[in-house]
């Protein structure tokens, strides 16, 4: 099966404009697009689609990437290359793209593995870890060889900790990725495409500011494994070792599909029948380990007090607003993926957004899988404008810590061991998203404001502030009398109230909110 010329069945489960759902290969990505446009991936799991969504753009990035930001780059957006033109190119690199070749093996080592013990074709899963849980059973059958692929490059891309020598992915295990999409809702009709080509770089960018071209150097499984095993004389692999364009397709697991035994049946994860289902793996450990800074463009990075760029990975209560500096817009600790910044070139079409995705790992084990979209604004870069978001930020954050205490201390009396134990997740969640369109509305006015508007800052800071503070109340009331009549305490409930209201007015607050 070749995962980009064969299109029975195709690589990328898709959705059209009028509901359709179709399997397709990569290069007919455009086809209808002016009548009835592929709109969005339908792989049966979101962690499949986003990292079908990354490797559509390695794709793209590594055959198709225009010469500079000027007309070459809009072009393509606005009239997107036919389908045979999008063949013609990706066939140039389709060799490395066999899931089952005489030779190479997409995303697999060149090495067969055939002398250890095989593993179960859902261990692939990230969040099986190894084990059943109640994500995936291992009693499944199989994955037709789609499936299978798309698990494997799943896999490759999140990799988290897995044992001894197990890397994690170029970019840590579970990392956060952002990526640049059109609002279904604009002017200009969205498409998959045009999601794609908004995260290309071009040319003039320091990715290929690199004299090596060779194509084992891009695609790893083209070549031995650059082991990193001390005691066979491995060792790391950094940015300078490899081309860069290795960002897109790292390859951390030493990990060979067995397509030898195979079974007939359905596939366990997307209910297709088929006579070749893949039912198990082998894998060995000290792959590739990729170590130092590589600033992937579709990760945002903080900076350690060595210099030394970070990733940024999700963690617990997801990918709200509270985020948005740092992922949409830089902040002083944390840098927005490059690709965001070159979002810039496109300030014509209205409506970018940024979808942010990833698991939260604790180590080899997955809490969450987190994705959240969020408006793309124009905003400036100055420090007072990054100071005032900062500040509606922190103030928002310590409100939501007084209605949690208020609400522990009208819940439970003074030393009950029940008050540290209590779980409030259930508040933070419904907090972050009951109050982000509200959020957004005075971004929007603080852009106005850096505009030179007659709006005032202290206007906007406040408006801020009774929002949050008559929020905050009602929810105290909401959960505050949700329990059984006779377990009410009254009078703890009022006391609590009543502190909930002079803590929203606390120097810190009134600090950072400018409120008299």
Known sequence: MNLILDSEPGLLPVIRANGEHEHIAPWQLTTQHDTNPIIALNAPRPDFNGALMQLLIGLVQATLAPKSYAKTRLEPFEKPPSSEKLKQAFTKIAHAFELDGENTKFMQDIDSLGNLEPKPITALLIDTAGSETHFAKHSQTGFCPTCAAIALFTLQTNA????????????????????????????????????????????????????????????????????????????????????????????????????????SGECAMCGTLSDKLIIQYRTKNYG???????????????????????PIHPKTGGITYRHWLGLVQQSKEREPAKIIANAKYFQKFTGLQVWAFGYHMDNMKPICWYESTMPLYYLPTDEAFMENVENI??????????????????????????????????????????????????????????????????????????????YTIDEFDRWANCTQIEQLNLKRIAEARESLKNFNYKKTIKNMLQLA
């Open 160 to 263: 988290p900790a897995g044992g001894v020598g197990h890397r994690t992915s170029l970019r840590g295990g579970g990392p956060l990725t952002t990526i640049l999409i059109y609002s279904p809702k604009s002017k200009l009709r969205a498409s998959l495409w045009r999601n794609i080509w908004l995260n290309i770089l071009t040319k003039d960018d320091k990715l290929y500011d690199t004299d090596n071209t060779d194509e084992k150097d891009i695609f790893p499984w083209l070549d031995a494994t650059r082991t990193s095993n001390p005691k066979e004389k491995g060792c790391d692999t950094h940015l300078v070792d490899v081309n860069p364009l290795q960002m897109f397709w790292g390859m951390p697991r030493r990990i060979r599909l067995d397509t030898e035994n195979t079974a």
């Open 288 to 310: 590739i380990n990729y170590d130092g800074s590589w600033d992937h463009p579709l990760t945002p990075y903080s900076t350690d007090k060595k210099g030394q760029h970070l």
């Open 393 to 470: 930020i922190n103030a928002t954050s310590e409100m939501l810590g007084n209605l949690k205490s208020c609400l522990k201390n009208a819940w439970f009396s003074n030393g009950d061991p029940r008050t540290k134990k209590a779980n409030m997740t259930f508040i933070d969640n419904a907090f972050w998203q009951d109050t982000e369109n509200h959020f957004y509305k005075h971004l929007a006015d603080l852009k106005q404001l850096h505009a030179n508007t007659d709006l005032q800052l202290v206007n906007i800071l406040h408006s801020w502030h009774r929002y949050l503070y008559c």
